[in-house]
């Protein structure tokens, strides 16, 4: 079946320590976004890829950084990740103009 | 600038009644809306969308959602709930016709549905 694929399921690092993230995807989809979701909140969009064009939300913070080697790969990068920084890491594909996104499962981080 | 408000943080009703989650947004030009599903550690599943046309849709799970523009309303409903719905959902809209036809999802803050035995 055609699906977002996210790597690792559950990461801890440690306060400081760089982490990153993996997303992949065999829809095909041109975009791919990153959600952050802490705790008992709504998911926010941190930033999306459309092909190899990058676009940052305003108030994503320096410390998040994002790569997409290829279609079918997207990678979060947390350079310094702080105590905040703990929460639910969602990647998401869509088609353009479609509006409907699909997710993957999800990576949740633990700071220590 | 988008928004949506999902009314009721938590909503419980008992197995077999009837499944009511509100949302309201707001959005300067046509929205596209969803509603998702996001059961514990686990990513959002797509229950229904509005995009254009029939203003009653039909989703998964026997839910549903009717589009109402003049009252800027897109609520969820289900006639007989089932134990299994219990989980989050979320209301989410994002613009038709901007963002380069990749335009994020803005989200409610998402309505926690307990269904009680």
């Known amino acids: 079946d055609a699906m977002v694929i996210q790597n690792p399921r559950y990461q801890v690092t440690q306060f400081g320590k760089p982490v990153t993230l993996s997303c992949s995807q065999t829809?095909?989809?041109?975009?791919m976004y990153w959600y952050q979701q802490k705790s008992s909140q709504a998911p926010k969009l941190l930033f999306h890829?459309?092909?190899?064009?990058?676009?940052n939300e305003a108030d994503t913070p320096d410390n998040f950084q994002s790569r997409r080697p290829n279609t079918s790969f997207c990678f979060l990068d947390i350079r310094s990740p702080g105590l905040g920084d703990a929460a639910m890491y969602l990647c998401?594909?869509?088609?353009?103009?479609?509006?409907?996104?699909?997710f993957g499962p999800g990576t949740r981080l633990t700071v220590t | 600038a988008q928004s949506v408000t999902q009314l009721g943080s938590h909503v419980s009703v008992s197995e077999g009644a009837l499944v009511l989650l509100r949302c309201n947004y707001s959005?300067?030009?046509?929205?596209?809306l969803f509603w998702y599903v996001q059961y514990p550690n686990q990513g959002l599943q797509l229950l229904l969308k509005?995009?254009?046309?029939?203003?009653l849709v039909k989703g998964i799970n026997g839910f549903e959602a009717e589009f109402k523009k003049s009252e800027t309303s897109f609520h969820l409903t289900k006639p007989s709930a089932h134990m299994s719905d219990a989980a989050e959902y979320f209301c989410?809209?994002?613009?038709?016709?901007?963002?380069?036809?990749?335009?994020?999802?803005?989200f409610g803050k998402g309505t926690h549905l307990i269904i009680q035995p």
């Open positions: 998401a594909t869509s088609r353009p103009w479609s509006g409907e996104q699909y």
């Open positions: 829809l095909n989809h041109n975009v």
């Open positions: 890829y459309y092909d190899k064009d990058f676009n």
């Open positions: 959005s300067s030009v046509p929205p596209y």
């Open positions: 509005y995009t254009t046309g029939a203003t």
């Open positions: 989410a809209v994002s613009d038709a016709y901007s963002g380069g036809g990749a335009d994020g999802l803005t």
